[in-house]
Nanobody
Framework: QVQLVESGGGLVQAGGSLTLSCAAS????????MGWFRQGSGKEREFVGD???????RYADSVKGRFTISRDYARNTVSLRMNNLKPEDTAVYYC????????????WGQGTQVTVSS
């Protein structure tokens, strides 16, 4: 049974920084792409960024240049470093592990709240 557990959320002032972590257990995630999504109140869940099995990263335009995703294969974790936070970054942040071959495998964490005050 794979579990993803996010941590590191909290309340921060605009312009501040936070680092979220996602710890995977039950299986090594080295063959999975790991991603971060977020869902603001009353909004749909949206893509924040992801990191491939080989370490390539992609980001949503709204966070490009401010957020950085990294992964630690040995610790089976993925992190999201968020700098220059804005009130519009307020959301529940979710970690996702996904593999598309040879079969589709998809896991989500329970989410961690990030609140950015103005």
């Amino acid at each position: 049974q794979v579990q993803l557990v996010e941590s590191g959320g909290g309340l921060v002032q605009a312009g501040g920084s936070l680092t979220l972590s996602c710890a995977a257990s039950g299986r090594t995630m080295s063959s999975y792409a790991m991603g971060w999504f977020r869902q603001g109140s009353g909004k749909e869940r949206e893509f924040v960024g992801d990191i491939s099995r080989s370490g390539n990263t992609r980001y949503a335009d709204s966070v490009k240049g401010r957020f950085t995703i990294s992964r630690d294969y040995a610790r089976n974790t993925v992190s999201l470093r968020m700098n220059n936070l804005k009130p519009e970054d307020t959301a529940v942040y979710y970690c996702r592990a996904q593999k598309l071959s040879p079969i589709v495998d998809d896991y989500w964490g329970q989410g961690t709240q990030v609140t950015v005050s103005s």
